[in-house]
């Protein structure tokens, strides 16, 4: 079993920044691929991006990219999320997920791509 704990929401104000974090336990955490999803007010769940088992790949959403940099720590069993110049339209419920993967430069976006969810952290960004 895998246990995954988010941290760094938030409430913070346009323009601003914030890391996120996600911290795995269990199985091997340097064997899964890892993504963070997010789901604003009203929204689905949507992924924001993916990093592969090794780190050496990642995928951003559109709205992600220029912004936001995922990056790990297989030493720590950690994720990270660092989001740039927040905006209103990223208030969200942040998740971080885990997917197993054969292969190190494999990541997942699809939601059912993932095997394991965290509960998520909350982030409101203020106009």
């Known amino acids: 079993q895998v246990h995954l704990v988010e941290s760094g929401g938030g409430l913070v104000q346009t323009g601003t920044s914030l890391r996120l974090s996600c911290a795995v336990s269990g199985r091997t955490f ?10 604003g007010p009203g929204r689905e769940r949507e992924i924001v991006a993916a990093i592969s088992m090794s780190g050496s790949r990642t995928y951003y ?6 912004r936001f940099t995922i990056s790990r ?6 994720v990270y999320l ?21 292969s190190s430069t494999t990541y997942y976006y699809r939601n059912s791509e993932y095997d394991y969810w965290g509960q998520g952290t909350q982030v409101t960004v203020s106009s």
Do not use: H, I
Not at 30 to 39: D, E, H, L, P
Not at 73 to 78: L, P, R
Not at 93 to 99: E, F, P
């Open 73 to 78: 720590d297989n030493a720590k069993n950690t």
């Open 82 to 102: 660092q989001m740039n110049s927040l905006k209103p339209e990223d208030t969200a419920v942040y998740t971080c997920a885990a997917g197993r993967v054969g």
């Open 30 to 39: 340097s064997s899964y691929a890892m993504g963070w999803f997010r789901q």
């Open 61 to 66: 959403a559109d709205s992600a990219k220029g």
